[in-house]
């Protein structure tokens, strides 16, 4: 019962929630790795809400194009890679479309041996260091993060993150991903 109460104290006092997709307190003294905060953050948290213009300052201009979408991705851990595949490309092989779009992204003259090269090839990811914008159409979005160094190995343990969305015509949808948030293990492809 008292966690509930301290977590509504929070919650009410303007303090983010963690996770993906949730506002990060002050960046600077984020954990490269982890995307945790540093010692004594919570201090900082609980100096309440900040105000609309504090809000805004903080946000990365980007401007969205008419009868377009926007993601921003924040990425706190190394080797980072973003894509957005419409949704009815992803067929639900998450494996291989991480592998896929990252080494489309990172590799891209040396990747011959990718399956559905030529479908996914627009949707190449980018490099996100340490914020990747990715513009795209209103529709259905398989939303993709992964570690193109962690694709190189055997087990690939979180190696990547995707999330699905539905995006309109002027949405700017924001995420926040530390290396925790990397569930998904791509491991290598057998030879």
Do not use: K
Not at 56 to 61: D, E, M, R, S, T
């Amino acid at each position: 019962m008292h966690r509930a109460v301290v977590a509504l104290l929070l919650l009410a006092a303007g303090c983010p929630r963690g996770g993906p997709g949730a506002a990060r307190p002050d960046p600077s003294a984020a954990d490269a790795e982890t995307g945790g905060a540093a010692d004594g953050a919570l201090a900082g948290l609980l100096q309440g809400p900040l105000s609309a213009d504090e809000a805004a300052a903080q946000l990365i201009q980007v401007e969205v194009e008419p009868g377009r979408a926007v993601v921003i991705l924040h990425c706190s851990f190394p080797e980072a890679w973003v894509a957005a595949v419409p949704l009815e490309l992803a067929d639900g092989a998450d494996v291989d479309l991480v592998r896929s779009v990252v080494l489309l992204g990172a590799d891209p003259n040396t990747t011959t041996h990718v399956p559905q090269r030529e479908r996914l090839e627009p949707y190449a990811a980018v490099a996100c260091a340490p914020e990747g914008v990715l513009r795209v159409a209103p529709g259905s979005w398989q939303i993709v993060a992964g570690r193109r160094d962690r694709l190189n190995t055997r087990e690939g343990r979180g190696a990547a993150w995707l999330d699905v969305v539905e995006l309109a015509a002027g949405d700017r949808l924001e995420y926040y991903l530390g290396a925790d948030d990397l569930t998904l293990d791509v491991p290598v492809l057998p030879r």
